[in-house]
């Protein structure tokens, strides 16, 4: 059961923490096109053969996209770790013989 909890431990902590760092995006947007040659949150920047795609979160609806993303991850979460519980709760009740 070890590596199971390690499992669940790292799955709950990093969907809990990307939960909150995307709900909390409007806090931090403004960074991007401040410090960085980047009109906002870079997602993704190739190159292929000639083309040249980019593709930046820089509107507001953008912004409160990624928010309202983040809220959801954030109100999902306890599901998520009420799922994980309830292996380590059947592991116990197969080994207790109920």
Known sequence: MFPWRVASFVLAVTVWVTGWALALFPAYSWVFSHYLDWPGYRVFD????????????????????????????????????????GVDRSAVRGLLGR
């Open 46 to 85: 190739f190159d292929s053969g000639s083309e040249h795609y980019e593709y930046y979160i820089e509107s507001p609806w953008q912004v409160a996209g990624v928010s309202a993303l983040g809220v959801l991850v954030v109100l999902l979460t306890p599901l998520l770790l009420r799922a994980l519980t």
